[in-house]
């Protein structure tokens, strides 16, 4: 019989997308119990499902008696599950995740029978550079994509490259990705003219000899009674992607290569809108990921008691499970983009539990004024916290030497005085603490009741030891200690920590060499000494400068950077807002476009002037059109023009400059009351580039 083409059914499951997660596994449960009672009763029949795992475990988690039926099928080898958990996003997650999640949906699929044997990335918008290796490392010879595939690439294998170098054989799914057999089977009539035609299509890809893969299935969908006949019936034979791609060797020798990462739109689209809608989910997934990767486990690692390896695996699951390619995306309806947000914020809870359990056996050893100080990194560390610390002392590090300081903010002292029944203030006592801090004294003078509260107290304090001095007393006074916010510079060892904490001035410089009354805000502690190695901060509502980086704030609110080389960038930081009436995938600016880059008017504010930190909030006022600007009487297209309805948007973007840092840290916010419209900060660079370097996973990409 004749072997031209290889059936693979399949169905490519997107576990949350336009419908939320529950409501696709519903339909999950309904095809999987399909899936099974097909292959059972078509010995036949093959099935892969989709390269990941988590829709195994999807399903069982509601029919869990089904398990060793799966199990059967995955071990008799007509059902291939894996080797993902989920089929990723491989650039809007961390190289690690990505390791996690292959680790994972492997040692899940050994317990089943084995996971599919091949790098299986149908549907992920591009590929990471680093992918071959990752593949590589875990045991696979092979890869399967669709889209990023440059023009270069004619046949239907080539060899992708790696940054380091490694080479995969990896199957390429030309002439409709994923689906390009899908046409074949939908009814008997005309069934082998279908299959001719296919093979004449294929064969331009593959070559006069050798099997075609007819990859038979699409988005959700559900197998095909009959298919082994009609499979049979154009001589065919049915397999899973594994079988077919396992009949090569994984040998790249005369194959085509691709270095680097796949990002081409050459024959698919792949989608680059997405890596900036819902920007706050993205942002979300970066800070949960380095939490859990850069702070709790290492900290755990270095300094952690028992090792609180559930916990991680519980942050880790959901990182993982929010790395979906329709999750993290933000592509999908917004329940589905609700979900992954609480997963990715659960992720992030989990990881500052841990990371705060380990600091916090570390803060044990430090006095009860003082701050713990970590540095997370393998290389030693000078640079700016900002710190909230007692009193008006100086600050000393663990040896007792005096710590550059520069004060930002005072807290309220005087938190409450009232004329109230001193009864109603004993109400709000709950051992020693009042107000979110602990009373470190009382007294009862001219009929007030005074507390003095702290963050810590030694005090042993008794409700009922007061009760009896309540007499006349018809006012209440809570007033807490002095307290403020600093920056500091802080200097920490490599993958290390240290303490700071205030001391009297006279200890940290000696008795003064004549009265100057109360001890300066601006005492030699808050200043860096002369010899330094790192420079002041100046600034003023015009111009920061460290020596490093001079920021000049121009009349529009934009900032003109001169670097400590020369060079300079001109307009940074100007806001630009245009119309969108595109969807999650994509922005489309409507015809009759409106852009406003110009402020209707800008203020300026020093917040700080150094010399640790310089602080300058540019406050700009635009007017936005309101909405997107329909056709009148067909609401239901696409606008066409932005309204002449204008909203006034003040704009605040937070200019700061600290010692020893060549670059300018910049914080925007606005109140959005604007619809269909989007908007850019931009950046000019210096000059004009023909290639940019951009992080990637476990690689430094280049592009241009």
Not at 47 to 55: H, I, K, R, S, V
Not at 437 to 451: A, N, Y
């Amino acid at each position: 019989m004749s072997t031209e083409i290889v059936v693979v059914p399949h169905t490519h499951w997107d576990r949350e997308w336009y419908e939320p997660f529950q409501r696709f596994r519903l339909r999950l449960v309904a095809l999987l119990d399909e899936v099974l009672d097909t292959m059972e009763r078509e010995p036949a029949y093959h099935f892969t499902l989709d390269g990941q795992l988590a829709c195994v475990d999807d399903y069982l988690e509601v029919r869990p008696e089904n398990r060793d039926r799966v199990a059967a099928l995955v071990e008799s080898g007509r059902l291939a599950v894996g080797p993902w958990q989920i089929l990723l996003d491989e650039f809007l997650c961390s190289g690690e995740n990505i390791v996690r999640n292959l680790e994972l949906g492997m040692a899940r699929a050994d317990k089943l029978g084995g996971a599919m044997p091949v790098g299986y990335l149908p549907d992920m918008f591009g590929h990471a550079a680093q992918m071959p290796q990752i593949l590589r490392r875990a045991g696979l010879l092979h890869a399967c994509v669709y889209r990023g595939v440059p023009s270069s690439v004619t046949t239907d294998a080539f060899a992708w490259v790696a940054p380091d170098g490694t080479a995969l054989r990896t199957q390429y799914l030309p002439a409709g990705g994923y689906g390009n057999g899908a046409h074949l089977f939908h009814d008997s009539a005309g069934l082998k003219e279908r299959a001719a035609a296919f093979t004449r299509t294929m064969r331009e890809w593959h070559g006069p000899e050798g099997s075609l893969l007819a990859m038979y299935g699409t988005d959700h969908s559900a197998p095909v009674r009959g298919l082994p006949e009609m499979v049979a019936e154009i001589g065919a034979r049915m397999d899973t992607l594994s079988g077919y791609i396992g009949a090569y060797s994984g040998e790249v020798d005369g194959l085509p290569e691709v270095r680097g990462e796949l990002r081409s739109h050459a024959r698919a689209n792949i989608l680059p809108g997405v890596i900036s809608v819902r920007a706050h989910v993205k942002q979300a997934m970066g800070r949960a990921e380095r939490m859990v990767e850069r702070y709790a486990e290492p900290l755990a690692t270095l300094w952690g008691d028992e090792w609180p390896g559930r916990f991680l695996d519980m942050a880790w699951w959901r990182l993982v499970d929010a790395s979906g390619h329709d999750s993290v995306t933000g592509c999908g309806v917004d329940e589905t983009a609700q979900q992954v947000a609480a997963r990715i914020a659960e992720a992030e809870h989990l990881g500052q539990a841990v990371r705060d359990m380990v600091t916090a056996r570390l803060a044990g050893a430090v006095p009860s004024d003082g701050v713990l100080v970590v540095n997370p990194t393998p290389a030693p560390r000078r640079g700016v916290v900002v710190v909230d610390v007692a009193g008006h002392h100086p600050l000393v590090d663990a040896s007792g030497a005096p710590v550059p300081i520069q004060p930002l903010e005072y807290a309220a002292t005087l938190l409450l005085d009232d004329e109230m029944d001193p009864a109603t203030a004993l109400s709000f006592v709950h051992g020693t603490e009042l107000y979110g801090q602990h009373i470190t004294s009382w007294s009862v003078e001219d009929g007030t009741l005074t507390f003095t509260v702290a963050h810590e107290t030694q005090m042993v304090f008794d409700v009922d030891d007061l009760r009896g001095e309540l007499d006349g007393v018809t006012r209440v006074r809570i007033v807490a200690e002095p307290r403020r916010t600093v920056a500091a510079l802080v200097e920490v060892p490599p993958l290390g920590h240290t303490s700071i904490r205030p001391a009297p001035h006279e200890q940290v410089f000696g008795p003064p060499a004549r009265e100057t009354g109360p001890p300066s805000e601006h005492a030699p502690s808050c200043w860096l000494s002369s010899d330094s190695a790192t420079l002041p901060v100046r600034g003023d509502e015009e111009v920061l400068d460290n020596g490093l980086l001079r920021v000049a704030i121009a009349g529009d609110g934009t900032l003109t950077l001169v670097g400590q080389d020369g060079t300079t960038v001109t307009g940074a930081g100007r806001i630009v807002d245009g119309g969108d009436v595109g969807d999650t995938y994509n922005h489309a600016p409507p015809p009759a476009d409106l852009i406003v880059d110009e402020p209707v008017s800008v203020e300026t504010e020093l917040i700080a002037s150094g010399p640790l930190v310089a602080m300058v909030d540019v406050r700009r006022t635009y007017r936005w059109p309101a909405a997107g600007g329909g056709i009148d009487g067909a609401p239901e297209l696409p606008a066409i023009a932005r309204t002449p309805t204008t909203e006034n948007v003040v704009v605040t973007t937070r200019v700061e400059l600290r010692a020893g840092e060549p670059f300018v840290r910049l914080d925007v916010e606005f109140d959005n009351r604007c619809d269909d419209h989007r908007v850019r900060l931009h950046v000019p660079l210096p000059d004009r580039a023909t290639q940019s370097y951009g992080e990637g996973q476990f690689a430094v990409t280049t592009r241009g």
